[in-house]
């Protein structure tokens, strides 16, 4: 006897969502969207312009859940392409290997990341794109910044929920820290 395999959309309903935060941390993917040079040297660091939930603006990084039975490298061509639009080709390797976890918790101060809606462990990759970038979704704007200006103080003050240390620490995985 054959069992029946589960054939709906991975997607929890709002109100699913919400009770599984209050009980169990989320998986996660962060995706630091760069460009190289031909040596493959970091050059760019992109960030995306976001309109959070109280109406500021902040910078971010390409960030998002992995859904049930999604292998994670589906999960960051996922999110890259829903970020970043469809011909940002992203060069995501066969097997993609997470610079850093991060461990986003609800509580301030456990780790340098917070997330006020749940626990939240992120797997974190950095990912050249060599393609046309368009934002699209819920990012207004994509801009690219060089290494120093991206680790700038200027713009850490503009990421939030410990994004800023996610990108400083992609920055000294790739040698680009200062």
């Known amino acids: 006897m054959t069992e029946k395999t589960e054939t709906t959309p991975a997607w929890l309903s709002p ?3 919400e009770s599984v935060r209050g009980r169990m941390p989320i998986l996660y993917i962060d995706a630091v969207p760069v460009r190289v040079d031909d040596a493959g040297v970091v050059t760019r660091v992109g960030l995306l312009l976001r309109m959070d939930a109280d109406g500021s603006v902040s ?4 960030s998002g859940r992995v859904l049930h039975h999604e292998r ?8 890259l392409e829903k970020d970043l639009g469809p011909v940002a ?9 997470p610079f850093t976890v991060a461990e986003y918790f609800p509580t301030p ?7 006020p809606r749940q626990h939240a462990v992120s797997l974190a990759y950095i990912v050249p794109v060599a393609g046309d970038c368009r934002p699209r979704q819920d990012a207004l704007d994509l801009v690219w910044f060089t290494p120093e200006e991206a ?6 003050q503009e990421m939030t929920g410990g994004q800023g240390v996610l990108l400083k620490q992609a920055l000294a995985h790739v040698g680009r820290l200062t």
């Open 15 to 17: 109100e699913e969502l």
């Open 72 to 79: 994670i490298r589906d999960a960051l061509m996922r999110h």
């Open 89 to 97: 080709l992203p060069r995501v390797p066969p097997s993609p290997q």
């Open 109 to 115: 101060g456990v780790t340098p990341y917070h997330d």
């Open 59 to 62: 910078r971010a990084l390409v």
């Open 151 to 156: 680790a700038s103080p200027a713009v850490q």
